[in-house]
């Protein structure tokens, strides 16, 4: 009686909380999420939602685990709902938004997407990927490091027994996919403890007895979804109602598939047009020369990288604070480079390491690497603009450092992507590529490849596309080598949603800009623009355009759309 009786007068006096109160309460639902994310949120070979996990931190997906999750989500989304919004600023209202967004990301990958329940790749990431993970952070590996990659390759047949038991709905295609990704994991495995091996402190924990109960785990599993495949189901798409929860819940787009789909088409034509434009420019000049060998390219990317710093000041196009995170090139390590297909090859750093700076890392450059990868050993500037200066490490940097903690910790493919694509475009009109016209052929087949994403991204989600047919789509449209086609229409099936978060976020923040010039009249200010823009990177483009400008209408849009839940 005494519980009921405190929670009733909690929930009044919620609703009674001056604004301060309730500012704080959302500041502690945020800040104990966020922790509670970093416990529960599951592994993806995205480079963007890596975070800083608990030291004592290994994947736990059995059942009672997923139970266990449903419970503390609900809890979080009750206390948010019991705060009153009504007379808050925008930017309360913004950062309310936000946490409502982040618990719906659980409900997708608990309730609605059910990748741990349908997808034999979801756990490939959670045990090849998650050893990925503990890797991916450049040397030292200190103790502390050491003992974590101990305890993930350890976790691992526990997560292949869990797996077993939850992939009641698994999906043929993605079951196929997670077969070849296996292929060769006790050669790849192996050779990664091999290597890292002697870059341990001494005392570390042994590696080899858990890798080899790891591998036996994996090949088992491998055979397992081998005997099942031809009882499984066919099909792979989530389907046009969860899509749309994906997009109005969790992404905050205010679109429907079918306008995302035409808003694709549209920006392909454009970039088509405008690579024949390029190609036309360069008037027959030569193919751009591959370097010689690695410490070629490294040296190339450090000069760039300061160019590039220098060029975004002299252009007043934004600010580069000198104390921000260098984004540098590194070797592609040998443990690493075992582990090559579970994993982005880079390292963003994070929010509790403000000290490191970002890292890619680079194959030796030849012919025959993938299509990011051979235009890297060709001019790094474009991948550079995109994932470094100026893209994904600097615009992370700053927004880990927003002065407001919930902006910090969120994230969204369709913002951060959005910003770093846009980059792109806005830097080849800026003039940062005119010395080499062929380099800016590489960014217009970038533009095209985005905006083929789309139509990937959404025909794959709405059954429109087999993972066969959206990689030839791929691998014939853009053009680009088969290898890395499939690579993507897997990726696309794995994660619905993600793709169409390049092209749909730049589409939205070029409206953001058009509206803001108008809006603010003889006040904007590109830069400040820009300073905003990326200071806020986290943000869906929808809440910073109303909070910047008071535009309610995609806003609205959202608030109208039917939400999908379990």
């Known amino acids: ?323 921000t995170r260098r984004y540098r090139a590194s070797a592609l390590p040998a443990y690493l480079s075992a582990l090559a297909p579970f994993g982005e090859h880079d390292d963003l750093a994070s929010a509790g390491r403000p000290g490191e700076d970002a890292v890619r890392y680079i194959p030796p450059p030849g012919p025959s690497l993938g299509f990011f990868a051979l235009s890297m050993a060709r001019d790094p500037r474009p991948v550079l603009v995109h994932e470094g200066i100026l893209g994904h490490s600097f615009q992370l940097a700053i927004s880990w450092a927003h002065e407001d903690p919930v902006r910090r910790a969120y994230y969204d493919s369709s913002a951060n992507e959005g910003v770093a694509f846009y980059a792109e475009e806005m830097m080849l009109d800026a003039g940062y590529f005119d010395d080499s016209p062929r380099t800016r052929e590489i960014v217009a087949t970038f533009l095209r490849l985005r905006a083929l994403r789309v139509e990937a991204d959404v025909r794959l989600a709405l059954g429109d596309f087999s993972i066969d047919q959206a990689a030839e789509y791929l691998a014939s449209v853009v053009p680009m080598d088969p290898a890395t086609a499939r690579q993507e229409a897997e990726g696309f099936a794995s994660a619905p949603g993600q793709a169409i978060s390049y092209e749909i976020g730049k589409l939205q923040i070029l409206r953001f800009l058009a509206d803001a010039r108008r809006v603010q009249g003889n006040k904007f200010s590109l830069r400040a623009f820009h300073d905003s823009l990326w200071k806020n990177g986290n943000v869906p483009i929808a809440l910073q355009r109303w909070e910047l400008l008071g535009l309610r209408d995609e806003i609205d849009a959202l608030d109208r759309a039917p939400e999908r839940r379990r």
């Open 1 to 323: 009686m005494k519980t009921r009786t405190l929670a009733l007068w909690t929930f009044a006096a919620l609703l009674l909380f001056p604004a301060a109160a309730r500012a704080d309460e959302l500041q502690n639902i945020s800040r104990e999420f966020w922790q509670w994310r970093a416990a529960n949120q599951p592994i993806t070979s995205d480079d963007i939602p890596r975070i800083d996990r608990p030291a004592d931190w290994a994947p736990e997906w059995t059942r009672s685990a997923v139970e266990r999750r449903r419970r503390e989500v609900s809890a979080f989304e009750s206390r948010l709902e019991r705060i009153d919004p009504s007379g808050m600023p925008s930017a309360w209202q913004v950062d309310r938004r936000l946490l409502r967004s982040a618990f719906a990301r659980v409900r997708w990958e608990l309730d609605v997407e059910r990748g741990w329940e349908r997808n034999p790749m979801f756990y490939v990431d959670q045990t090849a990927g998650a050893v990925f993970d503990a890797l991916v952070r450049p040397p030292p590996f200190s103790k502390s490091r050491a003992s974590q990659l101990a305890r993930r390759i350890a976790s691992i047949p526990g997560t292949i027994e869990s797996a077993r038991g939850n992939l009641v709905r698994a999906e043929g295609p993605l079951a196929r996919l997670a077969v070849s990704r296996l292929g060769d994991i006790r050669e790849r495995l192996t050779a990664a403890v091999r290597d890292v091996k002697p870059l341990l402190p001494p005392g570390s924990d042994s590696l080899d007895s858990p890798a080899e109960r790891a591998v036996a785990a994996l090949e088992g599993y491998r055979e397992w979804l081998g005997n099942r495949l031809p009882s499984l189901r066919a099909q792979t798409a989530v389907g046009r109602e969860a899509y749309l929860f994906y997009l109005r819940s969790v992404a905050l787009l205010p679109y429907t598939p079918e306008e995302i789909l035409a808003m694709g088409r549209q920006e392909w034509a454009r970039a088509g047009a405008r690579e024949a434009l390029e190609e036309a420019r360069s008037g027959g000049a030569p193919p751009l020369p591959i370097f010689s060998d690695q410490a070629a390219e490294i040296s190339r990317v450090t000069r760039e990288e300061a160019a590039a710093r220098r060029f975004l000041e002299e252009k007043n196009l934004l600010t580069i604070p000198a104390s």
